[in-house]
DNA sequence: GAGTCAATGATTTTCGAAAATCCATGTGAT
DNA sequence: ATCACATGGATTTTCGAAAATCATTGACTC
């Protein structure tokens, strides 16, 4: 899914980049047109770069496209929010299962580093309490991957990375809503402790509860 | 996952079609350079749209992008057989429960018309036996569309057609290899007629047994 | 002989403008 | 007033060539 570097080798690449974090911070919002001369404007290059970035961002979920209508950013709903948390609650539930089973040393480590990186830092911004910091979202992100790295199915872990980056708005959501009413930090600490103690079945039922709590917490938001 | 009408209401979207079908019926072999030169000769257009068919077609796992370096059709391989199939299990395995469990008159109605239409034509092609015909495929492709079609959750509905045809090579290899030593109608109605009476937990273990032959199939041959 | 480095050729990537398409407005007839 | 149809402007889509990048070859040193 990711052929390109953070760097950005590729004026396409950086354009894939930018367009996500506008996205991803709300600098655009859901249903927006994005008109080519806008982006090229915000990317500063020509058309041909950022047609390409689009279309990776729509096969990703972010965007919409109509033929000769253009580009948009897809919309949250939330009858969405239902279906990808179910998504995830199937595919990373199995993958989280099969890597408590098949994990090595190097999984268990990898995966006690992640949570001590993501530990470290808060959720929040200090500035503005209900937005999430950039780093922890990518160390969150990262824990996540490194729970079910051990899968051993690198097409699973792609679908689980999709899905995982597909909620990411509506995860944003949940930490500006439900300030402070839920122990994420407690949910994590546990997810970690029972995969390494290689209890399969019920880390797996701990995540999925814990994308229902996530999904639970904005149902009543998204409804109005 | 398609917005685009198989008619073809943009180059990109013909040179999409076009391109999947080289790689479908293996005018270009998997590993093969996928060169802008030759593929601007085959779909008659310029550069741009045969750039972001690929785009597309690399999105869904047809082929690889290597940047500056350029696009090549994916490899086979027998791990990733094994990989899909078994996302395949899961997914369409789950999908399919939810169809039978909520599907209504619509869904029977919608699931034996496709039945019907794939049993009626030959699964091989007159001329050469070993090849799959262009027009089964559609229909099979429909009728496993159909099984799962009330599953309720676009998402995964999306998911499991990306996994059908990213299954798509292999199943050709399939059918070259095992010619008539297994009854492919037979589990075709069984899966139907499973479904119609309702046997959810049977109808998903007879989908999941269905793709587990064919991949069993092919382990021999791949191995080589 | 092995290894480094520059030059060449092939290919991808990007550009800026032209062509095609869509949307909205306005005109005229029923 | 309503509808059908043409016109203009905005936007997407496509083109063909220029720029950037990568792989290969050959000369040159150690």
Same mark, same amino acid.
């Given at each position: 899914?990711?052929?390109?570097?953070?760097?950005?080798?590729?004026?396409?690449?950086?354009?894939?980049?930018?367009?996500?974090?506008?996205?991803?911070?709300?600098?655009?919002?859901?249903?927006?047109?994005?008109?080519?001369?806008?982006?090229?404007?915000?990317?500063?290059?020509?058309?041909?770069?950022?047609?390409?970035?689009?279309?990776?961002?729509?096969?990703?979920?972010?965007?919409?496209?109509?033929?000769?209508?253009?580009?948009?950013?897809?919309?949250?709903?939330?009858?969405?929010?239902?279906?990808?948390?179910?998504?995830?609650?199937?595919?990373? @539930? /199995?993958?989280? &299962? *099969?890597?408590?089973?098949?994990?090595?040393? %190097?999984? #268990?480590?990898?995966?006690? $580093?992640?949570?001590?990186?993501?530990?470290?830092?808060?959720?929040?911004?200090?500035?503005?309490?209900?937005?999430?910091?950039?780093?922890?979202?990518?160390?969150?992100?990262?824990?996540?991957?490194?729970?079910?790295?051990?899968?051993?199915?690198?097409?699973?872990?792609?679908?689980?990375?999709?899905?995982?980056?597909?909620?990411?708005?509506?995860?944003?959501?949940?930490?500006?809503?439900?300030?402070?009413?839920?122990?994420?930090? @407690? /949910?994590?600490? &546990? *997810?970690?402790?029972?995969?390494?103690?290689? %209890?399969? #079945?019920?880390?797996?039922? $701990?995540?999925?509860?814990?994308?229902?709590?996530?999904?639970?917490?904005?149902?009543?938001?998204?409804?109005?």
């Amino acid at each position: 899914m990711d052929q390109k570097k953070p760097g950005g080798r590729t004026l396409a690449g950086d354009a894939y980049e930018a367009i996500r974090q506008s996205i991803r911070t709300g600098a655009v919002k859901p249903g927006d047109r994005l008109r080519f001369t806008d982006l090229q404007a915000l990317c500063g290059m020509s058309v041909t770069p950022v047609r390409e970035a689009l279309a990776r961002l729509t096969a990703e979920g972010f965007t919409v496209l109509d033929d000769h209508r253009g580009y948009s950013v897809a919309v949250l709903s939330l009858e969405e929010l239902r279906n990808i948390t179910a998504a995830r609650q199937l595919c990373e @539930g /199995e993958a989280l &299962r *099969l890597s408590v089973t098949k994990g090595d040393g %190097d999984w #268990e480590a990898g995966l006690i $580093a992640a949570h001590h990186l993501m530990a470290r830092i808060p959720q929040a911004r200090d500035d503005i309490p209900s937005a999430m910091r950039e780093d922890w979202e990518a160390r969150h992100a990262t824990f996540h991957a490194a729970l079910i790295a051990a899968c051993g199915s690198p097409i699973l872990l792609e679908i689980c990375e999709k899905l995982f980056s597909r909620a990411d708005r509506y995860r944003r959501m949940s930490v500006s809503l439900s300030g402070g009413t839920r122990d994420v930090t @407690g /949910e994590h600490r &546990r *997810l970690m402790e029972l995969a390494l103690a290689r %209890d399969a #079945e019920e880390a797996a039922a $701990a995540l999925r509860e814990h994308y229902g709590r996530t999904a639970a917490a904005l149902e009543g938001f998204l409804k109005a």
